[in-house]
């Protein structure tokens, strides 16, 4: 049973996490950027530099050479999975607590865009085998999805938020197609022409998919229905990104390394009305916090005594403010991860018997939580009252409780640290 202490009342350190973003301030996160080493490659393959950078220090904080690029971060914070080579390409889990490479985890194909795709709530990655099979990789072993021809698939293209739907490209002799897989069904619920190499993206609840017809026609697809949505005419083609946080859409950059001077554009998720467009172009390679509105993007540029020089931006996607979290050595930047932490709890409630108050929530829709932390304040937002570690429980007892009016919210945290709080519940002991 936890007591609070004596000094109730007096200053206790504050663990709230701001949910405003400015160019003075960029929310504490981890990221890794992995850097292409300069051509021909060896006979041993193309190694890669893998940078850890650290927000909060704007700092570079670790430096490897490793023999891949494209990473996954486990919601549990714990590992990097990516696709390594020489042929044959594997994928391979990396520790990032140890700074240790874990044994082969599958041989797959040549890998295309995008970089490796896993879910958000579980210990799982998507891939395509040496046979052309779909496969799901876990910790304990691995299975195959049923994708029957006359889909072979080709590349995971697309992975909904909420790592219900996956879309899958498929190669054929005329041309590509995508298939969408859902879990919830097991099966193959839609198949939709692909009209373009660019990549596409999920709304954010999964029901329609974003994707290029031709180079330059941007569709919203319904992938219950196939039907077109909502369809507009851009400047340039693109990445394109759905922000968890807005679930707005961005459309950034082209295939180009020198960004198109009509910058990266934004829209609306609905009517796909452009909201804004920034000039010049941040980025093409871009990664969103899903609890902020906060992005990061690599600007890359050719260096005037040759090669490259590469930024990584932080962006307020209110605003669409970009500022420089770090530069980086000169190497061509090409991926970026961000590690994931925990979704805020929801269902915060207490219950209160005399001077004893019972709390209680539900853990987020994302992450694997190691632990809670218990946040106590005087108004909404604060924690000046008290702070408790307090495991892995989603319901722990207080007592003897003071009388008064208090303000309590809860963060989940994982190996990387807490991520946002819950909203505050009022709590009234009489």
Known sequence: MNRFPAFLFSLAVVLAVSLQTTAAQVPDATLYVSQARPFPCPPSGCASELLEIST?????TGRWTTPGSDLYATPDGRFLVGRFWPAPWSLIAWNRLTRTLLPELSRIIEPSWPHVLGHPSRLEVYEIDADRNVIVVTPSGMRRLNVAPPCIPAAIRA????????????????????????????????????GSSFPVAFSADGSALFMFAGMTTLRKVSVDTGDVLAERELPHGGWVYVDPYSSRVFVAGDHRMTMPEDGTVVLDPDSLDVITTTVPELGSIWVFDPDRPIAYTLRRTFAPSGGYRSHLMAVDTNSMTAFDVAELPPLLAQF???????????????????RSVQLSWTPGARGIPWRYVVSV???????DLAVFEVGARTSVNFAPVPAGRYFVRVQAGNADGLGVASSSATVIVP
């Not at 909060?56 to 570079?60: G, K, Q, T």
């Not at 970026?336 to 018997?353: F, K, Q």
């Not at 304040?377 to 924690?383: F, I, M, N, R, V």
């Open 56 to 60: 909060r220090d704007h700092a570079i």
């Open 377 to 383: 304040g005087s108004a909404p937002g604060l924690a």
């Open 336 to 354: 970026i991860t961000l590690v994931p932490r925990p979704s805020p709890p929801t269902n915060v409630t207490a219950s209160v018997s005399g």
């Open 159 to 194: 992975l909904s938020a909420d790592g219900r739907r996956l879309a899958i490209g498929c190669a054929s002799f005329m041309g590509a197609d995508i298939v969408i897989y859902d879990f919830d069904q097991q099966q193959v619920i839609r198949q939709l022409p692909e």
